[in-house]
């Protein structure tokens, strides 16, 4: 069974950080794309950012630019978001996907195109 498994949510104060993992279950990292995506309460579904597993190009929400760093470490076949300097507006559940992808353009943040998503994992900023 394909799927994807999310960890690294919590509760953070504002101005701290969080990683979170992804985690594919049943395929490789080969030749896809991977995103993370967000959704409050109330809120339209966001992207966050994505990353091309073949050749690791990136691509960023214009929210996120500048805090969120996203990687891949193919041989643990894990995909990282890095966030850093967070604020009560990143509260959300976070969900990544994937969509198969040649890496020859930048991976999209549209998820309406992605095939497989986790089950998210709530990331909460709060004092």
């Known amino acids: 069974q394909l799927q994807l498994v999310e960890s690294g949510g919590g509760l953070v104060q504002p101005g701290g950080s969080l990683r979170l993992s992804c985690a594919p279950s049943?395929?490789?990292?080969?030749?896809?794309?991977i995103g993370w995506f967000r959704q409050a309460p109330g809120m339209e579904r966001e992207g966050v950012s994505c990353?091309?597993?073949?050749?690791?190009?990136?691509n960023y929400g214009d929210s996120v630019k500048g805090r969120v760093t996203i990687s891949r470490d193919n041989a643990k076949n894990t995909v990282y978001l890095q966030m850093n300097s967070l604020k009560p507006e990143d509260t959300a559940v976070y969900y990544c996907?994937?969509?198969?992808?040649?890496?020859?353009?930048?991976?999209?943040?549209?998820?309406?195109?992605?095939?497989?998503w986790g089950q998210g994992t709530q990331v909460t900023v709060s004092s």
């Open positions: 996907a994937a969509v198969p992808w040649d890496g020859g353009i930048i991976c999209p943040l549209r998820g309406s195109l992605y095939d497989y």
């Open positions: 049943g395929f490789t990292l080969d030749y896809r794309a």
């Open positions: 990353i091309s597993s073949s050749t690791g190009t990136t």
